[in-house]
């Protein structure tokens, strides 16, 4: 079974600050990960993925991740957090060995930038 | 990019009612959709993995007779909501798999507001 932990609901930071938002994975087989963006009564925006190659991940506005397979970890960061960053951010997972199956989100973190 | 709308955005009906909800992968064939649903402040929970020409694949707690899915054509999948009970509103989203391989990004609708009378 496949599963992703987000552990924290929220998170706070000043604009400017570099941001960390985390996420913990568990999957049976290659571990396909995505990072997706919520804005309130929106539909998801897609950040960035992992497949394979290079651990860190660059994707849009910015924001990178790095797999940590060691750590079942793709934590999302940025160097310079925005106040416009403000969103609900997802996690996913899918195991890479199974074609056309969906992916398991993690609950989500709010992300709050304060100016 | 890959885009995906929906329709309606929004809609209200009355309980009882049947309400159908579109799902389009504008610019590219979509072999695989998916259908989600989200509550106020959490998650999204899949519902069914909808392949084009073949039924659907509902999650175990999902009604399949409640939630109709038609995966008529590579670019189009509808969920029929039937009979529907304040207890379905919620938001429903879609996503499309650019391609049939694991590979394939989902992309998602800008989801859709159901809300029963």
């Known amino acids: 079974a496949q599963s992703v932990a987000q552990p924290e609901d929220q998170v706070n930071v000043a604009e400017g600050n570099p941001l960390t938002v985390k996420c913990t994975y568990s999957?049976?087989?290659?571990?396909?990960l995505f990072w997706y963006v919520q804005y309130p009564n929106r539909g998801l925006q897609f950040l960035l993925k992992y497949i394979t190659g290079d651990n860190l991940v660059k994707g849009s506005y910015g924001f990178e991740a790095e797999f940590n397979k060691s750590q079942t970890s793709f934590h999302l960061k940025k160097p310079s957090a925005l106040v416009s960053d403000s969103a609900l951010y997802f996690c996913a997972v899918r195991d890479g060995g199974q074609a056309g199956t969906a992916l398991i989100f993690g609950k989500g973190t709010t992300l709050s930038v304060s100016s | 990019g890959a885009v995906v709308s929906q329709h309606p955005s929004w809609v209200i009906c009355k309980s009882g009612t049947s309400v159908k909800i579109e799902c389009r992968s504008l610019?590219?064939?979509?072999?695989?959709m998916f259908w989600y649903r989200q509550f106020p402040k959490q998650s999204l929970m899949l519902m069914a993995t909808s392949n084009e020409g073949s039924k659907a694949t509902y999650e175990q707690g999902v009604e399949k007779d409640k939630f109709l899915i038609n995966h008529a054509s590579l670019t189009l999948s509808t969920l029929t909501v039937t009979s529907a009970h304040p207890e379905d509103s919620s938001f429903y989203i879609c996503s499309a798999s650019t391609t049939s391989g694991s590979r394939g990004t989902q992309y998602f609708g800008p989801g859709t507001r159901l809300t029963v009378l």
């Open positions: 999957v049976s087989g290659n571990p396909y």
């Open positions: 610019d590219f064939q979509a072999t695989t």
